[in-house]
């Protein structure tokens, strides 16, 4: 059982920068998959970014890539997602998420732990 923890959101102008944090509980975090996830009002909660377990092999929704970096420490137990050159479109609440399994990782059915989210603000 993994339980995860988002930090870091906030208000940015665009073209700002945030750096969300997840810390999981449990001693089985190396073993999982990890990905975030965002949720605007009104919208479904889409893909933004997934990691394999061993911190490699990461990917990208197309609309933050070249924007977004995602990054698993599995020494320190943290899952990072550094967001630069923000826009408006980026406000949503964000999720980490994680996996044991290796399917449908850029689908929120993919993912069986959750965190509660963070609220990331972007004015224009």
């Known amino acids: 059982q993994v339980q995860l923890v988002e930090s870091g959101g906030g208000l940015v102008q665009a073209g700002g920068s945030l750096r969300l944090s997840c810390a999981p509980s449990g001693r089985t975090f190396s073993s999982y998959n990890m990905g975030w996830f965002r949720q605007a009002p009104g919208k479904e909660r889409e893909f933004v970014a997934r990691?394999?377990?061993?911190?490699?092999?990461?990917y990208y929704a197309d609309s933050v890539k070249g924007r977004f970096t995602i990054s698993k420490d599995n020494a320190k137990k943290m899952l990072f997602l550094q967001m630069n050159s923000l826009k408006p479109e980026d406000t949503a609440v964000y999720y980490c998420?994680?996996?044991?399994?290796?399917?449908?990782?850029?689908?929120?059915?993919?993912?069986?732990?959750w965190g509660q989210g963070t609220q990331v603000t972007v004015s224009s």
């Open positions: 998420a994680g996996s044991v399994s290796s399917r449908s990782l850029s689908s929120a059915s993919g993912y069986e732990y």
């Open positions: 990691i394999n377990w061993a911190g490699y092999s990461p």
